[in-house]
């Protein structure tokens, strides 16, 4: 998904983050703003994951608002 999608469904991803990744903090997606590359950092702090698997993750969850 590229960048101008995910900031077109940026409410709607929102709620779901949460779900998904429940050690994002409220202040972690309100940084985000719908940007990628932070989403994937972020993956990568809380989660342990390599930049490549925080990628495969998010493109997973992104996958599911198409």
Do not use: C, H, P
Request: glycine fraction near 10%.
């Amino acid at each position: 998904m590229n960048q101008d999608i995910l900031k077109g469904k940026w409410k709607e991803l929102k709620g779901g983050l949460k779900e998904q990744w429940g050690k994002l903090t409220d202040d972690d997606i309100t940084q985000l703003e719908g940007k990628t590359e932070k989403l994937v950092g972020i993956l990568q702090e809380r989660y342990g994951y390599t930049k490549d698997k925080a990628e495969d993750e998010y493109k997973k969850f992104v996958s599911r608002f198409k």
